[in-house]
T-cell receptor, first 116, second 112 residues
Framework: KAGVTQTPRYLIKTRGQQVTLSCSPI?????VSWYQQTPGQGLQFLFE???????NKGNFPGRFSGRQFSNSRSEMNVSTLELGDSALYLC???????????????FGDGTRLSIL | LAKTTQPISMDSYEGQEVNITCSHN???????ITWYQQFPSQGPRFIIQ???TKVTNEVASLFIPADRKSSTLSLPRVSLSDTAVYYC?????????????FGRGTQLTVWP
């Protein structure tokens, strides 16, 4: 069974640009969550999608957005990039998104985004 | 929020058994306990999950006492490749859908 796939693996952008990251969940998983990981802040939750609907959102500015397609694949977009957006962006999928179940989230290896 | 407390770092030698204990005094009745392992520049990898008593899989064991206020991840006979950050997670708070709360984790270093 294939794991969570994130593309691209590495990305370099400049300030002011925008970027789109892609995530393909494990087959059968309908919930996709996105996280940002930085050395200073650790892993922080961005948002979660289920059946093409955003169900939960973390405390990030509106420059961070996402969407989910009918096949459960998800994309995350960051507009007007800032230096502080440099981070490892992780995607995780699970069967239904409930953290209080025996269906844990499984993570991809992330996209390393560097802003110059 | 069932806040978790775990040691910031631990050291071990190859071939030893490592036990990492996590405290979660405010765990709720329906909270599961989940452990992840993370290597640099990779995503967290699910290790094991449990609700009560003991759970064992091919890589680790999870011991949960009756009061569930703590849990212990046991890694048998560690190797150099087990050097990683280990996270203990418990349940969630508020709108928890799809949202895991990661603390700082425990940096385990295995020496030859």
């Amino acid at each position: 069974k294939a794991g969570v796939t994130q593309t691209p693996r590495y990305l370099i952008k400049t300030r002011g640009q925008q970027v789109t990251l892609s995530c393909s969940p494990i087959s059968g998983h309908r919930s996709v969550s996105w996280y940002q990981q930085t050395p200073g802040q650790g892993l922080q939750f961005l948002f979660e999608y289920f059946s093409e609907t955003q169900r939960n959102k973390g405390n990030f500015p509106g420059r961070f957005s996402g969407r989910q397609f009918s096949n459960s694949r998800s994309e995350m977009n960051v507009s007007t990039l800032e230096l502080g957006d440099s981070a490892l962006y992780l995607c995780a999928s699970s069967f239904n998104g409930s953290v209080n179940s025996n269906q844990p989230q499984h993570f991809g290896d992330g996209t390393r985004l560097s802003i110059l | 929020l069932a806040k978790t407390t775990q040691p910031i770092s631990m050291d071990s030698y190859e071939g030893q058994e490592v036990n990492i204990t996590c405290s979660h005094n405010n765990i709720a009745t329906n909270d599961y306990i989940t452990w992840y392992q993370q290597f640099p520049s990779q995503g967290p990898r699910f290790i094991i999950q449990g609700y009560k008593t003991k759970v064992t899989n091919e890589v680790a064991s999870l011991f949960i006492p009756a009061d569930r206020k703590s849990s212990t991840l046991s890694l048998p006979r560690v190797s150099l490749s087990d050097t990683a950050v280990y996270y203990c997670l418990v349940g969630g708070r508020g709108s928890t859908l799809g949202r895991l709360y990661f603390g700082r984790g425990t940096q385990l270093t295995v020496w030859p």
